[in-house]
């Protein structure tokens, strides 16, 4: 079998993923859902004319591929589902005290500081809650998802509840942020082209001379439980694609050259601790030619247990390792961060564990006891991006290079996996997984794919 040795120097820009926002709440899901994936994991591929199985894609949904792909469920089980359970039932009690400023019962806002945020998959889950804390933080917001009836109904809601909201009493500005929403389909490389465009109109002088930047792109949106390739492509090549065509805009470089942005520019990658199950990216038994697409090879059958899953999310993370290493570290250097936001309880982790588990978790009260709201799991997202914001714009020493974990809105420092931050495997994952996807949709700055 031949492997990809070198990406292409020319690359595209495909859209992630407008999809069900990705909460990675489904790590306890998966717990639930385990005993149902299991009736499909003892399913076997049927012997081959010479009596052997093969790994090779076999897109038949009434069987499983055998593979050697290795996973540390182990590790999962400790650092990701207990930790997590934990930290529901019993800190998060103790936080429940904390409640957002209030003035008559109304949310305050701050006006708007010229800024763009770009939140994915934001029209359900706590996507649709991000949007609205980036909203009353004084960012304009641009919603991009695929249902364009939520989406205007997301924008005009958010908008309405601005409108209604007191601003923050030190400032005289009454002006609301813009809400815009922009259709974005993950499969579909010219959406998130569609995306890059919106962002750039948005980007230009008002009457004032005043030019708004983009400052935050928060790539939530997922899916799991789906066919294995859309996985893989939803979940890591949409957010890669979509960063990387908007990341001139986020280092501050408009057509003229000049650095605008006033704010620490930041890629946050939503993330989850199903991970940590996950030990390498790439199944070295998928036969490959120099010219193949790694996963068009995966085997066209649904994520039963959630494997490629947690794949998709450890080679995210490995994707902000790559851009850690290979964009410049000096002038608007982009903070780059994965966050988890913990179990939450979400149309996506509903719709994937069925009616009956979902009933039965609800009615028995341990829906609200050991998942998190939309709204918390949105708060812990958006407290590493306040993070980020209190760090300074031109950070140019090593420490930008060191991964940035949050779990439950806190630095977790080296509580992710290590092979999330394997500079080998990130560039293995490049130049055989993600540098074929992105031939001829987007240009990359010199030296990125090199090592």
Same mark, same amino acid.
């Given at each position: 079998?031949?492997?990809?040795?070198?990406?292409?120097?020319?690359?595209?820009?495909?859209?992630?993923?407008?999809?069900?926002?990705?909460?990675?709440?489904?790590?306890?899901?998966?717990?639930?859902?385990?005993?149902?994936?299991?009736?499909?994991?003892?399913?076997?591929?049927?012997?081959?004319?010479?009596?052997?199985?093969?790994?090779?894609?076999?897109?038949?949904?009434?069987?499983?591929?055998?593979?050697?792909?290795?996973?540390?469920?182990?590790?999962?089980?400790?650092?990701?589902?207990?930790?997590?359970?934990?930290?529901?039932?019993?800190?998060?009690?103790?936080?429940?005290?904390?409640?957002?400023?209030?003035?008559?019962?109304?949310?305050?806002?701050?006006?708007?500081?010229?800024?763009?945020?770009?939140?994915?998959?934001?029209?359900?889950?706590?996507?649709?809650?991000?949007?609205?804390?980036? %909203?009353?933080?004084?960012?304009?917001?641009?919603?991009?998802?695929?249902?364009?009836?939520?989406?205007?109904?997301?924008?005009?809601?958010?908008?309405?509840?601005?409108?209604?909201?007191?601003?923050?009493?030190?400032?005289?500005?009454?002006?609301?942020?813009?809400?815009?929403?922009?259709?974005?389909? %993950?499969?579909?490389?010219?959406?998130?082209?569609?995306?890059?465009?919106?962002?750039?109109?948005?980007?230009?002088?008002?009457?004032?001379?005043?030019?708004?930047?983009?400052?935050?792109?928060?790539?939530?949106?997922?899916?799991?439980?789906?066919?294995?390739?859309?996985?893989?492509?939803?979940?890591?090549?949409?957010?890669?694609?979509?960063?990387?065509?908007?990341?001139?805009?986020?280092?501050?470089?408009?057509?003229?050259?000049?650095?605008?942005?006033?704010?620490?520019?930041?890629?946050?990658?939503?993330?989850?601790?199903?991970?940590?199950?996950?030990?390498?990216?790439?199944?070295?038994?998928?036969?490959?030619?120099?010219?193949?697409?790694?996963?068009?090879?995966?085997?066209?059958?649904?994520?039963?247990?959630?494997?490629?899953?947690?794949?998709?999310?450890?080679?995210?993370?490995?994707?902000?390792?790559?851009?850690?290493?290979?964009?410049?570290?000096?002038?608007?250097?982009?903070?780059?961060?994965?966050?988890?936001?913990?179990?939450?309880?979400?149309?996506?982790?509903?719709?994937?564990?069925?009616?009956?588990?979902?009933?039965?978790?609800?009615?028995?009260?341990?829906?609200?006891?050991?998942?998190?709201?939309?709204?918390?799991? %949105?708060?812990?997202?958006?407290?590493?991006?306040?993070?980020?914001?209190?760090?300074?714009?031109?950070?140019?020493?090593?420490?930008?290079?060191?991964?940035?974990?949050?779990?439950?809105?806190?630095?977790?420092?080296?509580?992710?996996?290590?092979?999330?931050?394997?500079?080998?495997?990130?560039?293995?994952?490049?130049?055989?997984?993600?540098?074929?996807?992105?031939?001829?949709?987007?240009?990359?700055?010199?030296?990125?794919?090199?090592?």
């Amino acid at each position: 079998n031949q492997r990809s040795s070198s990406p292409n120097s020319s690359f595209g820009f495909v859209a992630p993923a407008d999809t069900t926002p990705d909460d990675s709440s489904q790590v306890l899901e998966y717990l639930v859902v385990d005993t149902s994936a299991s009736a499909h994991s003892n399913t076997q591929i049927p012997p081959s004319a010479n009596g052997t199985t093969t790994s090779t894609s076999y897109t038949s949904k009434n069987f499983t591929p055998v593979t050697n792909m290795k996973s540390n469920k182990l590790r999962w089980a400790i650092y990701g589902i207990v930790t997590e359970l934990f930290h529901n039932i019993f800190i998060r009690q103790l936080n429940k005290g904390k409640r957002r400023t209030m003035t008559n019962g109304r949310k305050i806002r701050q006006p708007p500081n010229n800024e763009i945020a770009v939140v994915t998959g934001a029209t359900g889950g706590i996507g649709s809650q991000i949007a609205h804390g980036l %909203a009353f933080r004084g960012y304009d917001v641009v919603i991009a998802a695929r249902d364009i009836k939520r989406g205007n109904e997301l924008m005009n809601e958010i908008q309405t509840k601005l409108a209604e909201s007191p601003v923050n009493s030190t400032s005289r500005n009454e002006a609301v942020p813009v809400i815009t929403f922009v259709e974005y389909h %993950a499969d579909k490389p010219q959406s998130a082209l569609d995306v890059a465009s919106s962002v750039q109109s948005l980007v230009k002088e008002d009457g004032s001379g005043t030019k708004r930047q983009l400052t935050v792109l928060i790539n939530n949106a997922g899916i799991m439980g789906k066919e294995k390739p859309l996985t893989m492509r939803v979940n890591l090549i949409g957010p890669v694609l979509l960063t990387l065509s908007l990341l001139p805009l986020l280092n501050g470089t408009t057509n003229d050259g000049k650095l605008n942005n006033v704010s620490a520019p930041t890629v946050i990658n939503v993330g989850s601790s199903a991970h940590l199950r996950a030990t390498q990216v790439i199944d070295n038994d998928i036969p490959l030619n120099e010219n193949d697409s790694y996963i068009d090879n995966l085997p066209g059958i649904p994520d039963s247990d959630l494997s490629t899953y947690g794949q998709s999310k450890l080679a995210l993370m490995q994707f902000s390792t790559l851009l850690r290493r290979w964009q410049p570290q000096s002038g608007n250097a982009v903070h780059i961060q994965d966050a988890h936001p913990g179990l939450v309880w979400t149309p996506l982790l509903r719709n994937h564990i069925g009616e009956t588990v979902t009933n039965t978790l609800q009615r028995s009260g341990l829906a609200k006891l050991i998942y998190k709201t939309p709204e918390e799991g %949105a708060q812990s997202i958006l407290a590493s991006l306040d993070y980020a914001q209190r760090q300074s714009t031109a950070t140019t020493d090593a420490s930008s290079r060191q991964q940035l974990y949050f779990v439950n809105g806190k630095p977790c420092g080296y509580g992710a996996a290590k092979e999330s931050r394997d500079i080998d495997a990130s560039i293995q994952l490049w130049k055989e997984v993600i540098g074929p996807e992105l031939k001829g949709v987007v240009s990359l700055p010199d030296g990125w794919g090199e090592g």
